[in-house]
């Protein structure tokens, strides 16, 4: 997962477990960028009585480097607060619930707004109507015109915010890639998939049917950038006050909001950060990063793909070119390049989306890029790597197809732009986890306007 | 009903010299009762309303007693050195009091 259920502390606390971040220029809207962090994930739609919600008690932050010091220059906060219309039923809703307001609705939730500026803190709105989990066609019938789109919220300056469920877009095989690193497409490579006689096979999308709760906040460019810094840093982070108390019925928080998960490039703290350091690198900020760079120069994955995906035929190495650069001990400064700090000006003709030497994990956005129309020549879900620079790593939209990307980026596709002696494996061309690439199921797929992210899935037409 | 460990407590920290108040151990933990940790000598640390931005916290060593309309959570990170933390609200402030953090300590048993 791109960051679902990524470190051994996060994972026992949904709420406040940061899923994706996305930042793109908005396709529809190009002199905005739209910002969107998921968290609460692996949401099966029929999930009542309780159905899912954000945290009350927890701190969700959207932030923006625009200056390139991987510190926060605008963070918008994000805070929460259920209502309960008739607390003495146990229902979510006690009929049909046919506007954001509707009585039926028993369990509402509310947030506030707030930017943190070099000017002080600024509270943009507040009450702001949380849309209703998708319960299913008789709770919420009509969901999105009568709960979802009216659930996008105008704050001002050309801004609009929606927090609320949404249906997962993030796809990923997730039961295979976990299952000793198998990529089903080609698990006729995999060491222990043809030890036990696995053909290959197309993939299977995990997170088909799922939801996730999605925080989207639109902002024009203009607000989000300074002069001379088109590229901005984007990341998410999540924190609880230092102190809880279990007193009967009332918990009680206290002391200061301390971080307890982060996310800027996907993938990261899943497949990059080792398990003992994954708690600590939720806890930890970008500006710190350089105490993690060995993980991004020397990942494990580049050593465990030659390994794991050894011969395409007798004496025939799959990575034997990958083999040789892990082999010799080299540095990926590819991969610390593209992850750490952006790609400098010079390497691929017309693009960066460097922001400094300050090595930090953030997803970096060049604002001055375009977004790519989906019908265009160069569009492509795989981004980048694929000769598309609106898409990942320079920000990533909703689509990109992140686990293909970083796989073959781990894999070493673009290395020659550090060495151009270097030769990717010809076999990189098939590593994905669903072939043809974008084959991946995705029943309510995105929408083409701002929130973006698809219908929520509901609880009655549930896929199991 | 407390229990006896509570109650000793409470007799304990009732008979602190340096607290304007009574202080109870459930005071301690939450109420405004325990108020009387502000009238102690504190230094303020890197309280962050905020993990944004640190320019918005607010250190709590020159709030009265009256402005802590919620709970106060204490925490003796080192009883031997004396060295405790005040949750408030969204501020926190560290002490370094030896004679309050062994008082506390022996409430605790």
């Known amino acids: 997962m791109s960051s679902h259920r990524e470190a051994p502390e996060i994972s026992k606390d949904p709420v406040a477990d940061s899923t994706d971040v996305y930042a793109f220029v908005s396709p529809d809207k190009p002199d905005t960028v739209t910002l969107i962090a998921n968290y609460v994930p692996l949401q099966e739609p029929a999930g009542g009585p309780n159905f899912y919600e954000f945290g009350d008690d927890v701190l969700y932050e959207i932030h923006v480097d625009n200056n390139g010091d991987a510190v926060a220059d605008i963070s918008y906060q994000f805070r929460f607060q259920t209502k309960l219309t008739t607390p003495s039923s146990f229902l979510y809703n006690t009929g049909p619930i046919s506007s954001l307001s509707d009585p039926n609705w028993n369990s509402k939730q509310f947030y506030s707004v707030t930017q943190v500026d070099r000017s002080g803190t600024h509270v943009l709105a507040s009450d702001l109507a949380c849309p209703p989990c998708n319960v299913g066609v008789l709770s919420t019938p009509d969901y999105e015109a009568k709960l979802g789109q009216p659930a996008v919220h105008s704050l001002g300056n050309d801004m609009q915010v929606f927090a609320g469920q949404r249906a997962e877009e993030f796809y990923v095989d997730l039961g295979s890639i976990f299952d000793l690193g198998n990529l089903r497409p080609i698990q006729e490579l995999n060491a222990f998939a043809k030890a036990a006689g696995l053909a290959a096979m197309p993939g299977v999308n995990a997170t088909n049917g799922l939801n996730v709760h999605s925080i989207a906040i639109q902002v024009p460019i203009s607000a989000l950038t300074i002069s001379g810094h088109p590229t901005i840093g984007v990341w998410t982070t999540a924190s609880r006050q230092r102190a809880r108390v279990f007193d009967g019925a009332e918990n009680i928080f206290s002391g200061p909001w301390t971080q307890v998960s982060r996310l800027g490039n996907p993938l990261i703290n899943e497949v990059i950060i080792p398990l003992g350091e994954k708690d600590h690198w939720n806890r930890s900020q970008p500006v710190h990063d350089k105490q993690f760079a060995t993980y991004y120069a020397h990942p494990e994955l580049a050593a465990l793909l030659p390994v794991l995906y050894p011969f395409l035929a007798p004496g025939k190495p799959v990575f034997p070119d990958l083999a040789a650069l892990v082999a010799a001990g080299t540095a990926r400064a590819d991969l610390e390049a593209i992850l750490l700090t952006g790609i400098p000006s010079g390497l691929i003709p017309g693009f960066t989306n460097f922001t400094g030497a300050v090595q930090a994990d953030m997803l970096r956005l060049n604002t001055t890029i375009p977004p790519t129309s989906t019908s265009a020549k160069n569009y492509s879900i795989l981004g980048l790597i694929a000769g598309d620079p609106g898409g990942f790593p320079n920000g990533r939209r909703v689509a990109d197809d992140v686990v293909t990307i970083e796989l073959r980026a781990v894999a070493g596709v673009v290395y020659n732009l550090i060495d151009p002696k270097y030769v990717p494996d010809a076999a990189i061309a098939d590593v994905s986890d669903f072939l043809p690439v974008g084959s991946a199921t995705i029943t309510n797929g995105p929408l083409a306007a701002f929130p973006y992210l698809g219908v929520p899935y509901d609880g009655y037409d549930q896929k199991f | ?109």
């Open chain 2, 1 to 109: 009903m407390p229990s006896q460990d509570a109650t000793r407590a409470s007799a304990e920290l009732a008979a602190a010299p340096t607290e304007p108040g009574r202080l109870s151990r459930r005071s301690m933990l939450r109420g405004a009762a325990a108020a009387g940790a502000a009238g102690l000598a504190v230094t303020a640390i890197g309280s962050a309303a905020s993990p944004a931005l640190a320019a918005t916290s607010q250190p709590l060593a020159q709030d009265s007693p009256q402005s802590h309309a919620g709970p106060i959570v204490v925490h003796v990170r080192d009883a031997k050195s004396g060295d405790i933390e005040v949750f408030s609200g969204t501020s926190e402030v560290r002490l370094r009091d030896t004679d309050l953090a062994a008082r506390i300590a022996r409430a605790a048993g």
